[in-house]
């Protein structure tokens, strides 16, 4: 009988494991803070959720959620840092994969960063940054012309990443938030990014509106994956 209890608690473990919710998690570069959707968080959580748009306040729970606290993207999701939330009751700790796992009385919830890959498709003039499932932003890009294509392959960010880099090809001309990519082949950003190739083999990413530039910059480790491609490739 002893040994029916037990595997009973097993079993009863094992399900409740499975039905734990897990979110997409997203981290921004040199920060190991976890966001994660906050529409996603209150939905797995059971926690109550209000928007104030004037003011552009986020309350869970009855707590405002202090700007530090969130993370919002180009397309207005909004993501908030778990960890730091002080919703009372709200426990929070890492396991030794660095999932954040999350309780709050009986109700449980895990949050995963997933891996980073930037993907660039040079049919399309057009670059796409994941983490894990998630679809973070995408951008169109301007590749290298005729003469100074830009190089297919999947490649690793780094190890040069620059907020300000001067080319020392072309009269040290200036190339913010740059993100290297091989060699002389830079992701960087650029004032004039049209939608088709004009470079001299770099990738021009938009200085302008919501600046990709500066928001693939902040978010891009060295080591992320870059992949670079035809679509008939």
């Known amino acids: 009988m002893p040994s029916l209890s ?15 919710p897990t979110l997409d998690g997203i981290t921004m570069a040199g920060s190991d803070t976890i966001y994660a959707s906050v529409r996603d968080l209150s939905k797995a959580m059971h926690w109550t959720l209000q928007y104030e748009p004037i003011e552009k ?6 707590i405002e959620v202090k700007p530090e606290w969130m993370l919002r993207l180009p397309d207005g999701r909004t ?18 994969d660095s999932r954040l796992l999350l309780s709050w009385g009986a109700i449980r919830c895990v949050v995963v960063a997933g891996e980073k890959r930037v ?21 169109p890009i301007s590749s290298g012309r005729r003469g100074y294509r830009t190089p297919t ?14 080319s020392t090809l072309y009269e040290n001309s200036p190339m913010p938030y740059s993100i ?5 082949i830079f992701l960087h950003g650029y004032h004039s990014v049209p ?17 990709p530039a500066k ?18 490739d």
């Not at 037990?6 to 734990?20: N, P």
């Not at 939608?195 to 021009?204: E, F, T, V």
């Open 153 to 166: 392959g999947t490649f690793t960010a780094g190890p040069a990443k620059h907020r300000m880099h001067y």
């Open 57 to 62: 306040k986020v309350i869970l729970e009855g």
């Open 119 to 139: 993907e660039i498709n040079l049919t399309r003039q057009e670059l796409i940054a994941y983490q894990g499932d998630l679809e973070l932003i995408r951008t």
């Open 195 to 211: 939608r088709y190739p004009a470079s001299h083999g770099c990738i021009r990413v938009p200085l302008k509106g919501w600046n």
């Open 215 to 232: 928001w693939l910059f902040d978010w891009t480790d060295v080591g992320t994956e870059i992949r670079i491609y035809y679509e008939d």
């Open 180 to 184: 290297q990519v091989s060699g002389n």
């Open 6 to 20: 037990v595997g009973l608690v097993a079993v009863l473990a094992a399900s409740a494991l499975s039905e734990t």
């Open 79 to 96: 993501f908030v840092a778990p960890e730091l939330l002080d919703v009372p009751g709200l426990q929070a700790r890492r396991d030794e």
